[in-house]
């Protein structure tokens, strides 16, 4: 097992424990748990896989759980309140810790909640998608969403600890797996480039889920996230590196239709889009961009463009994001392989021959 730190000042710093058979370690889970009341909170599909596992360790505590469906659609003000009521029903106080068992999606409520119910409990993330253990455990975002917004409500919260078990994921899908490794190559790209050559050997052995590949991957993923983090907790400089294709991948899960595109999918191809861009700043060169595309290829994740968006859907949907500033398009770039810009203000007919000219 490997312990790592994010390091936040003394208050707020904590663990995250990476390896294997960490759901048949209760020690780890236990010596975070302040006080007697825990409430596991989890979703229909993961509650028969795991939560057994993780309750046989706590028979000694007042366990409750909390399953909810399965779903971005759910991640909502009306489905949090169910975790509350679970909370009150039990009369869980203050010191009570709640346990997050699940994806992004239960992670990002779990912590919410955590963060809200008498204004702060302990929380501990047990992420069990790729993705929840390499990205959004890490960091302290959580949230809902709102009708009019993804992730519009939420707040920063720390967890006391993250256990991030790489035996949870032989149970998840291979797109799933895929759409987690986008994320993984992104730290690669984005500051890490001999982890970047590191996945382009070894990407079949984390598609077949070699469990010492995965951890790898997972750790390394985790000290990249940890370092940005730690350096700008609240995003006000480096951490809007963490969003390199996202601004082109937001364009494509709106434009799509939610659903079509996982996230990770989506970030894929918008990289390979900021790629291009890099490329006619003069950042990149083709054999570069090549590289780029090749790698989410052998990640089998897409880097063909929808046929069916525009690029004046893509420049309506990308003047929405959280970067802009003064109404101006921003986006990471790539300064070259393994160093990301910051956001920078695109200069719009190259923007438009990015989109109209990158067709995978
Ligand atoms: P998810 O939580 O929806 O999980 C994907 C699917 O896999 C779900 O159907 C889930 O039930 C299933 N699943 C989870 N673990 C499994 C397992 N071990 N075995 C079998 N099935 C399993 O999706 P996700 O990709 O993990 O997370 C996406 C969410 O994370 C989004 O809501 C996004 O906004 C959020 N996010 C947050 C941050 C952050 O910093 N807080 C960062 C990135 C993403
Ligand atoms: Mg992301």
């Given at each position: 097992?490997?312990?790592?730190?994010?390091?936040?000042?003394?208050?707020?710093?904590?663990?995250?424990?990476?390896?294997?058979?960490?759901?048949?370690?209760p020690?780890?889970?236990?010596?975070?748990?302040?006080?007697?009341?825990?409430?596991?909170?989890?979703?229909?599909?993961?509650?028969?896989?795991?939560?057994?596992?993780?309750?046989?360790?706590?028979?000694?505590?007042?366990?409750?759980?909390v399953?909810?469906p399965?779903?971005?659609?759910?991640?909502?003000?009306?489905?949090?309140?169910?975790?509350?009521?679970?909370?009150?029903?039990?009369?869980?106080s203050?010191?009570?810790?709640l346990?997050?068992?699940?994806?992004?999606v239960?992670?990002?409520?779990?912590?919410?909640a955590?963060?809200?119910?008498?204004?702060?409990?302990?929380?501990?993330?047990?992420?069990?998608?790729?993705?929840a253990?390499?990205?959004?455990?890490?960091?302290?975002?959580?949230?809902?969403?709102?009708p009019?917004?993804?992730?519009?409500?939420g707040?920063?919260?720390?967890?006391?600890?993250?256990?991030?078990?790489?035996?949870?994921?032989?149970?998840?899908?291979?797109?799933?797996?895929?759409a987690?490794?986008?994320?993984?190559?992104?730290?690669?790209?984005?500051?890490?480039?001999?982890?970047?050559?590191?996945?382009?050997?070894?990407?079949?052995?984390?598609?077949?889920?070699?469990?010492a590949?995965?951890?790898?991957?997972?750790?390394?993923?985790?000290?990249?996230?940890?370092?940005?983090?730690?350096e700008?907790?609240?995003?006000?400089?480096?951490?809007?590196?963490?969003?390199?294709?996202?601004?082109?991948?937001?364009?494509?899960?709106t434009?799509?239709?939610?659903?079509?595109?996982?996230?990770g999918?989506?970030?894929?191809?918008?990289?390979?889009?900021?790629?291009?861009?890099?490329?006619?700043?003069?950042?990149?060169?083709?054999?570069?961009v090549?590289r780029?595309?090749?790698?989410?290829?052998?990640?089998?994740?897409?880097?063909?463009p929808?046929?069916?968006m525009?690029?004046?859907?893509?420049?309506?949907?990308?003047?929405?994001?959280?970067?802009?500033?003064?109404?101006?398009?921003?986006?990471?770039?790539?300064?070259?392989?393994?160093?990301?810009?910051?956001?920078v203000?695109?200069?719009?007919?190259?923007?438009?021959?990015?989109?109209?000219g990158?067709?995978?």
């Open positions: 097992m490997k312990e790592l730190r994010v390091d936040l000042g003394q208050q707020r710093s904590y663990p995250i424990y990476i390896g294997s058979t960490l759901l048949e370690q020690e780890l889970l236990r010596r975070h748990i302040l006080a007697k009341q825990v409430l596991v909170v989890t979703n229909e599909t993961i509650a028969p896989l795991y939560l057994g596992k993780v309750l046989a360790g706590l028979t000694d505590y007042q366990t409750e759980a399953i909810l399965d779903g971005e659609q759910y991640k909502t003000l009306h489905y949090l309140e169910k975790i509350f009521d679970g909370l009150l029903a039990s009369k869980f203050r010191n009570a810790t346990i997050a068992l699940g994806g992004g239960i992670g990002d409520m779990g912590g919410f955590a963060a809200c119910y008498q204004r702060g409990i302990a929380f501990i993330q047990i992420p069990t998608t790729l993705l253990q390499v990205d959004s455990s890490v960091g302290g975002k959580t949230g809902v969403n709102h009019l917004g993804k992730n519009m409500i707040a920063f919260y720390q967890p006391q600890c993250v256990i991030a078990d790489a035996d949870v994921l032989d149970t998840l899908d291979d797109r799933q797996l895929s987690g490794l986008a994320e993984v190559i992104k730290y690669g790209l984005i500051r890490d480039p001999e982890f970047l050559q590191w996945l382009e050997a070894n990407l079949p052995q984390l598609l077949a889920r070699d469990k590949a995965l951890a790898y991957a997972i750790e390394r993923s985790c000290i990249n996230k940890a370092e940005v983090v730690g700008d907790e609240f995003e006000s400089g480096v951490r809007a590196t963490l969003n390199l294709g996202h601004t082109f991948g937001h364009a494509i899960e434009g799509c239709g939610y659903g079509q595109y996982l996230h999918e989506a970030v894929a191809i918008g990289t390979c889009f900021a790629a291009d861009l890099s490329r006619r700043l003069g950042w990149l060169n083709d054999a570069d090549a780029i595309v090749a790698v989410f290829k052998a990640a089998k994740l897409p880097v063909t929808p046929a069916e525009t690029s004046e859907q893509y420049v309506d949907l990308m003047s929405v994001d959280k970067k802009n500033v003064d109404g101006k398009i921003r986006v990471i770039l790539l300064e070259a392989v393994g160093k990301a810009s910051l956001p203000n695109v200069d719009l007919a190259q923007l438009q021959a990015t989109l109209n990158y067709a995978g």
